[in-house]
């Protein structure tokens, strides 16, 4: 968790992508307000819009556009530190896999003036390949329900 905080701050992403399995899911679904006595729906289920559904396809394509020059949303780019914490581990649905809870900050500053704060929960999936523990499943959930920032470029 701290080496991949690490390898994303230091915009190390092929490094990164090193640590994802093939047909790993990279989802972030969408937040919204609740009356306690309707709390189910809060967060928006796998069949339902997202911030992010991605795969290991569509996570490698927006890296080779970062180095494309042509991603006019991180023209200059973002300069990220990422804070796990809260860290859980407990078996997982498989021997060779473990489900890993966290939480995190993000904070992203870009150019001058623009500054911007995600915080929430990830619930991954980590499966063991060839001796290495790589993401195979990860559900970002942000503590907002309204996003400031004016893109969500980055990789949490």
């Known amino acids: ?27 972030m679904p969408l937040r919204s307000n609740r009356y306690p006595a309707n709390k189910e729906g809060e967060i928006s289920r ?24 042509m991603a006019w949303a991180e023209d200059p780019p973002s300069r990220t530190r990422h804070f796990v914490s809260n860290i859980e581990v407990e ?16 904070y992203r500053t870009r150019g001058e ?22 993401v195979a499943y990860r559900k970002v959930v942000l503590d907002q329900t309204v996003l400031l920032a004016k893109n969500v470029s980055n990789f949490f």
């Open 1 to 27: 968790m701290y080496r991949e905080a690490r390898l994303l701050d230091s915009r190390r992403f092929d490094d990164w992508l090193d640590l994802l399995t093939d047909d790993v899911k990279y989802w």
């Open 46 to 69: 796998e069949d339902e819009l997202a911030i992010m559904d991605e795969d290991k396809d569509s996570l490698t394509r927006r890296i080779r556009r970062l180095d494309s020059g």
């Open 91 to 106: 078996p997982g649905q498989r021997d060779s896999e473990l489900r890993v809870y966290s939480n995190f900050i993000m």
């Open 113 to 134: 003036t623009e500054e911007d704060f995600y915080v929430g929960s990830r619930e991954d999936v980590l499966r063991r390949e060839n001796g290495q523990l790589r």
